[in-house]
């Protein structure tokens, strides 16, 4: 099933539910009431007989003169309707009725009044019987002449059966509009669900156009709803896989200018190699050797860059700052003869990977001892910031023109061509910086050094 119809399921089901849930709730409820109702109803009427027979003949004030007189003026007083009436009866044949033409006729039906007068008591007691004719709930009080006897039985009945049909009608014609409602709902609930996932499907049918044709295109955002920033969320997706392919074609390119050269390089010394010479052998091994060693050291470089994109790239934990810059300081002076001096240290912790910060500081170091002469000074130094702390090595070398600082960072880039090295290790440097939520930044002059500064967040980049 699509979104659409599943939420239109769903919709429609749950629907279906709280009618029918509030459908019998009301129908319970409403049952109940008309039982109480009518027990309540039949209990008074009766009371109201029994206080009329107690009581003195209203036409004469006196005690009623015969049962007659009784049963006449208490079937006066009865208010009859389709649903409820009143019969005087002696077993099952009835002596008085109220005068009422639309009225329940209760001495049409023989069975009822038998039962009537067998279960008649004195005290009000709302008793129930099901006939062939209908559902009865009634009270019956005997009628009894001063010397004893048993004349007569007020009976007072309410067919229980006619009132639950109406009700039951009542929840007929509910449930038919509540089916016309839920059709209802269905067709508009369709058209709505359609018209909120339209959207959704014009993202989908962008995304798709996007990732088979263009990576570089983006998907239209508008509004600032849910939609809009999972539009936001996929453009910056697209984003990473541009930039993503676009690594990933700068360094095959790269790469394999920069493998040409070595792998050219034995080729020619393998061709030209005399095998009975055990010199030119020795010498051949000897540059193979070195040729294999920077292959192997570019390898391993690329491996770096390609894993720097990676969430395990680094494993942060809490690292004390100064521990570390007077680590890094005491293996920087083994790479070379320089005049090393410590600025400073910050005393703070800071949640990074501390081998690969020592890595990238350590890059920093090489490089300055690369391009700075012997005895001059290199300095390595840290400081703590309100927002981040500040790794920087600054050497007294030959500098970077304006022109090649942006260039720096770029995979391969050397500004000194005859300088050895394979051009990634400020790369290396500048991609720990960005794993750690941070940038590698160059302060150069030309004759006069450069420093540079990993300049990483005090929250890990993770804010």
């Known amino acids: 099933m699509t979104v659409r119809a ?22 319970g409820i409403e049952r109940a009431r008309i039982d109480a109702t009518i027990v309540e109803g039949l209990a008074l009427r009766t009371e109201a007989f029994i206080e009329l027979a107690e009581g003195p003949d209203p036409s004469t004030g006196e005690p009623f003169a015969t049962s007659e007189d009784l049963m006449r003026e208490a079937m006066i007083r009865v208010v009859a309707s389709p649903t409820e009436s009143a019969v005087a009866h002696v077993g099952n044949v009835a002596r008085f009725v109220p005068s009422s033409p639309q009225r329940l006729r209760l001495e049409d039906d023989p069975e009822f009044l038998r039962v009537a007068a067998e279960r008649a008591a004195e005290t009000v007691v709302v008793r129930a019987v099901v006939t062939d004719v209908a559902d009865y709930r ?53 058209t709505t669900v359609g018209r909120m996932l339209h959207p959704i499907s014009v993202l989908e049918g962008k995304a798709r156009h996007i990732s088979e044709h263009d990576l570089a295109e983006r998907i239209p955002v508008s509004g600032h709803d849910d939609l809009s920033r999972l539009s936001h969320t996929v453009n910056a997706m697209l984003d990473r896989l541009e930039r993503a392919f676009s690594d990933q074609r700068q360094l095959l390119d790269d790469a394999s200018h920069e493998l040409r050269t070595p792998l050219a390089i034995m080729r020619t010394n393998l061709e030209l190699i005399e095998p009975r010479d055990p010199v030119d052998v020795l010498r051949v091994q000897s540059d193979l050797l070195d040729e294999v060693d920077m292959m192997s050291r570019l390898v391993d470089d690329l491996v770096t860059l390609a894993k720097s994109d990676r969430p395990e790239f680094v494993l942060r934990e809490s690292v004390d ?4 810059t007077e680590t890094t300081f005491a293996r920087a002076q083994a790479l070379g003869d320089r005049n090393w001096k410590l600025d400073s240290v910050a005393h703070t912790t800071l949640p990074v990977d501390a081998q690969r910060v020592t890595q990238a500081w350590l890059q920093l170091v090489a490089n300055a001892v690369k391009f700075s002469e012997p005895g001059t000074t290199v300095s390595i130094g840290s400081a703590s910031l309100a927002a981040e702390v500040h790794l920087w090595v600054t050497d007294e070398g030959r500098g970077i023109a304006p022109e090649d600082q942006e260039r720096v960072l770029e995979r391969f880039h050397r500004v000194d061509p005859e300088t050895e090295g394979t051009g990634l290790g400020l790369p290396i440097a500048a991609a720990i910086a960005t794993a750690h939520g941070g940038r590698l930044s160059l302060a150069s002059r030309v004759g006069e050094g450069s420093t540079f500064t990993l300049v990483l967040p005090r929250n890990g980049g993770d804010a």
């Open 6 to 27: 599943r939420v239109l399921a769903y919709l429609v089901a749950l629907t279906t539910a709280a009618l029918t849930i509030a459908g019998f709730t009301a129908y």
């Open 321 to 324: 700052v100064g521990e570390l």
């Open 138 to 190: 009634f009270a019956a009080v005997p009628i009894i002449e001063p010397d004893g006897d048993t004349v007569a039985v007020f009976t007072i009945a309410t067919d229980r059966g006619a009132l639950v049909d109406n009700l039951t009608e009542t929840f007929r014609i509910y449930a038919l509009v509540a089916m016309v409602a839920l059709a209802m709902i269905g067709v508009i609930g369709w």
